[in-house]
């Protein structure tokens, strides 16, 4: 039996800070937090909008299930976004509570940690899990090329457009975290599944922002997913609900105690060894070092 190759024990960047999840997650519905944003933004389109470090962010399924595609970028330096494939190795394929969205190289720090998850789906009978990091986005060019269609409001189309505001262009558009999505892999083949989304009405899951985000989300034109996206059936209309986005600063007591717990806004990873070209840009010569060997001195 192989063991996990990324431990996210207490203790570990990879997790917060003890008590700042369960701090966080106790001001909901509460006056220790106010709201500086709430719109519902309507079906088959995309949204973008800046959450500070600190702040939460809240997703709401208001009408019944909706799948969500979401893209994380730092506000400060878009070059640095979302790397889904390096927090599926941290955590899994479906992520909850208290684990954390991470940032691509050379930046490698959290972007944002789940809070709360109302769906708490775990494992299903299939094996199973929601809020998925095993797929990617939908996408106009798929879906030119197995239906030989075009379609303007799939979710890399949604999220182009909701960034063009922010200067950024679709090839800013990153592999995303499919909120409320459940998928797995088949038993067999390990082939790609995706099934209906079990969001009800007030479904919810908030991030804290671990730094100062611009985030953008799309409302998959596949709503709930019970439709297939390509081939047999998927001339059915899906069903589509409308999503809920709320941003909330958190009071002044709130933020100090979660300071005192040891939350601050995340820090880049301090490798500055440069790969090994710190002494100029000729390759280095001789034998390389082995990994057993972490001086500096090289
Ligand atoms: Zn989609």
């Not at 979302?82 to 208290?98: E, I, K, M, S, V």
Request: with cysteine; charged share 20%.
């Amino acid at each position: 039996m192989p063991s996990p190759s990324y431990v996210a024990s207490v203790g570990s960047p990879l997790v917060p800070p003890p008590g700042v999840v369960e701090a966080v997650a106790a001001t909901a519905g509460t006056d220790r937090r106010e709201v500086v944003l709430d719109v519902v933004v309507p079906v088959r389109s995309g949204y973008a909008f800046t959450a500070s470090a600190g702040q939460v962010v809240r997703f709401t399924t208001v009408d019944g299930p909706q799948v969500v595609d979401l893209n994380l970028w730092s506000r400060t330096d878009p070059r640095e976004r979302f790397w889904a494939a390096r927090t599926r190795q941290f955590y899994g394929t479906h992520l909850t509570t208290g684990q954390r969205l991470w940032s691509n190289l050379p930046f490698l720090r959290p972007l944002a940690t789940f809070v709360a998850d109302t769906i708490a789906y775990g494992r299903d009978s299939d094996d199973a899990g929601c809020h998925d990091l095993l797929g990617t986005r939908c996408d106009p060019y798929v879906n030119q090329l197995l239906s030989d269609a075009p379609y303007d409001f799939h979710c890399h189309s949604n999220l182009t457009r909701a960034v063009a505001g922010h200067g950024l262009t679709e090839f800013d558009v990153h592999d995303v975290i499919n909120l409320f999505q459940v998928t797995g892999l088949m038993p067999d083949d390990k082939r790609y599944f995706m099934k209906t989304c079990p969001a009800q009405p007030g479904d919810h899951v908030e991030l804290l922002a671990e730094t100062d985000l611009l985030m953008a989300i799309s409302l998959c034109p596949g709503g709930d997913l019970a439709v297939p996206l390509w081939g047999e059936g998927s001339d059915a209309e899906p069903n589509c609900n409308p999503l809920r986005v709320q941003v909330f600063e958190l009071a002044a007591d709130v933020r100090s105690e979660i300071a005192q717990l040891g939350w601050g806004p995340s820090e880049r990873a301090k490798y500055a060894g440069v790969h090994g070209t710190r002494h100029g840009l000729a390759q280095p010569t001789g034998v390389p070092p082995s990994l057993a060997d972490r001086s500096t001195a090289h």
